[in-house]
């Protein structure tokens, strides 16, 4: 497992040192994590994966006896008939489910843990004027050449800051202030307006025109020491409500796991959690504008459009995909847990380039993507703890708890770092899983309870799961996607026609159901996913099964029950008419019995379609495999391909 792993990532950091080329890039990377606060976050994330790999074989059982287990079809200790199919009820070795929640309180442990670590220089110093020269070289002289003017600044918004911005959203209040100074605005360092709101600000008293201060650049430095503080504090308000909202998710995928809520539930309940997500960011007013690229440049007329309330809405839809994604893309061992580790570090690697990349000025910038990576590392080290058992063979299922916990982390950890249409990037195989599913998860054709992978007990290897579809049933857009589907072999499909003929169709008809009540009771009753001992499902199994055998049966009736007509009651030409007549309605008839089965439409099953059946270890090995590849594509497009759609890419 851990070979695997450390193949994968080591081929997505295999883009790094293509990004940072040149020694400065290095040297600010390494001026970043060289401090406390990033060895802290690295020790309790050690921390938090050894209390990971210690508790959950103490508590494992715990869950077994409180009725939190599964049992695994895609293995050969489940006990099946000598035809192979399932016994019933299924007989196999119990697995604990849910353990996911195990991760989820260890990462919120040591990530509350952490806070007094992320903003100990906020806490440290509470005046904004002690410590100037914390960061800068003497004065302002070290970080700029200009200051900023006090007549067409300062004055009518200095005090305005003081006062209110614990009201309003600190950060992005100033940020917008900073932003109207335009050069016209800036002096040279050392002007006696400079110079005066300096003196202003240490004295307290309002602006006296005539004052001077020896000191050069007074007002920029303590512009800049605020901004810092404020900053830190939005920060860690951030970091709270990041908090928040993860442990608010894991808590209701555990529910998920206990309750088995539907999907109408499961939409609704990420958004409730990323409420706190979303109100601090619209509190620290956080930028809600997005760049065009070139080619929109020059439709639009414009470089910036500020999409207001609908970008939140945008960050909400990325909340609710991203805990949703991880779990519709699952159902192998080790998978779940697998895939959220490289998107993970694929998201820390890409803070690391961001952290070398970004010049010091662009303080604000570098702030939030280490304040994503602290989110990150602690989550990589318990994922790691829980794959060791979460390997194939499986000694755990995650449940719902682990995957929304997963989703939701990713989630803040590309809000708050400010690049979330670049973890979209980062999710492709998640997208592609997605859209491919789409007609199942719209009900356009049958969707079954679960789309789990079948197995084969003789080879031991993983096979295709299959759903039935009557293209008489299909609505119109059913039948397009069906015929798109089945004219680009984009599934398996299989065509089974229920014949006109008495013995033949009720044989047909038994044959089929058999092959099909397999394939549906095989998805009904896999216990790999976090809903497998549901009774109900066991009922409503039985009930599908009953109603395609009495389906069956009434077609071969229907085709054996004839007009009875006499040759003497008939003319010679009346005759021919009817005989054609009939052979039309027989032919049409017989196209309207037929029936498929087509392979349920998960990024899975088209691995299983295109490479055959293979090993459930290979599988999820070829899977992992994709998923780091996708992330080394991911890499392309946002530091290679972007030059070509912006004219600068930070």
Not at 144 to 160: C, E, K, M, P, V
Not at 461 to 476: D, I, P, Q, Y
Not at 564 to 577: D, V, Y
Not at 622 to 647: D, E, G, K
């Amino acid at each position: 497992m851990l070979g695997v792993t450390t193949a994968a990532l080591t081929a997505v950091a295999g883009v790094v040192p293509l990004v940072l080329a040149d020694t400065e890039s290095k040297q600010r990377l390494l001026k970043t994590v060289l401090n406390l606060p990033f060895f802290a976050c690295i020790l309790l994330s050690l921390l938090g994966y050894s209390l990971v790999v210690r508790i959950i074989p103490a508590f494992a059982p715990k869950f077994v006896d409180a009725g939190l287990f599964g049992i695994d079809l895609s293995k050969r200790t489940t006990a099946r008939n000598a035809d192979g199919s399932l016994i019933r009820p299924v007989q196999g070795i119990k697995v604990p489910e849910a353990v996911g929640v195990i991760p989820g309180v260890v990462y919120c442990f040591c990530v509350t843990f952490f806070l007094p670590f992320a903003f100990l220089s906020a806490f440290s110093s509470s005046n904004p004027t002690s410590g100037t020269t914390n960061g800068f070289t003497n004065g302002a002289a070290g970080t700029s050449n200009y200051a900023i003017s006090a007549g067409d600044y300062y004055t009518n918004s200095l005090t305005r800051w003081l006062f209110s911005f614990f009201q309003v959203g600190q950060e992005g209040l100033i940020e917008q202030e900073l932003e109207k100074a335009s050069p016209n605005n800036l002096i040279a360092a050392g002007g006696d307006q400079g110079n005066n709101v300096g003196a202003d600000l240490f004295s307290g008293s309002s602006f006296i025109p005539g004052t001077t201060a020896s000191s050069i650049g007074s007002a920029q430095i303590i512009a800049q020491k605020l901004q810092q503080d404020v900053d830190s504090f939005s920060r860690m308000v951030q970091f709270l409500a990041a908090i928040l909202s993860i442990c608010s998710m894991s808590f209701f995928g555990f529910v998920d796991n206990v309750l088995n809520l539907r999907w109408r539930d499961k939409l609704l309940l990420p958004t409730l959690a990323s409420l706190p997500l979303l109100l601090v960011y619209f509190a620290t007013l956080g930028t809600t504008s997005v760049l065009l690229p070139l080619p929109l440049r020059w439709i639009f007329s414009f470089d910036i459009i500020d999409l207001g309330p609908f970008f939140y809405l945008f960050l909400c839809m990325i909340t609710i995909f991203s805990v949703n994604a991880i779990n519709i893309y699952a159902g192998v061992n080790g998978l779940e847990a697998g895939q959220s580790l490289i998107i993970a570090i694929s998201l820390i690697l890409n803070n690391l380039i961001q952290l070398a990349r970004l010049p010091e000025e662009f303080a604000l910038g570098r702030e939030r993507h280490l304040f994503s990576l602290y989110i990150l590392l602690p989550f990589v080290a318990v994922t790691l703890g829980l794959l060791k058992f979460n390997w194939y063979p499986s000694r755990v299922f995650v449940g719902d708890t682990f995957c929304y916990f997963a989703g939701m982390t990713l989630a803040v950890a590309g809000i708050f770092g400010h690049y979330s249409k670049t973890l979209l990037l980062f999710l492709l195989p998640q997208i592609l899983n997605f859209v491919y599913g789409l007609p199942q998860l719209f009900r356009l054709v049958e969707c079954p309870r679960h789309r789990l992978p079948g197995f084969d007990p003789e080879k031991n290897v993983s096979v295709n799961s299959f759903a039935t579809v009557r293209v008489e049933e299909l609505s119109v857009a059913g039948r397009l996607v069906f015929s798109v589907y089945k004219t680009f072999r984009l599934c398996k499909i299989e065509e089974i026609t229920v014949a006109l003929e008495g013995s033949a169709a009720s044989d047909n008809g038994n044959s089929y159901d058999a092959a099909a009540s397999s394939s549906q009771q095989e998805d009904d009753f896999n216990a790999n996913d976090n809903d497998d001992e549901d009774i109900h499902f066991v009922q409503q199994a039985s009930k599908d099964s009953a109603a395609r055998i009495s389906r069956a049966s009434n077609y071969s009736t229907t085709s054996l029950k004839q007009r009875p007509t006499t040759r003497s009651s008939l003319s010679e030409a009346e005759g021919a008419a009817m005989g054609r007549t009939s052979t039309s309605q027989a032919l049409v008839a017989s196209e309207q019995k037929k029936e498929y089965r087509i392979s349920n439409l998960t990024l899975i099953n088209f691995v299983l379609y295109v490479f055959g059946p293979m090993n459930e270890e290979t599988l999820v090995i070829v899977l992992l495999i994709a998923q780091a590849m996708f992330s080394l594509l991911a890499f392309c497009l946002r530091y290679f391909v972007s030059t070509f759609l912006y004219t600068k890419v930070l």
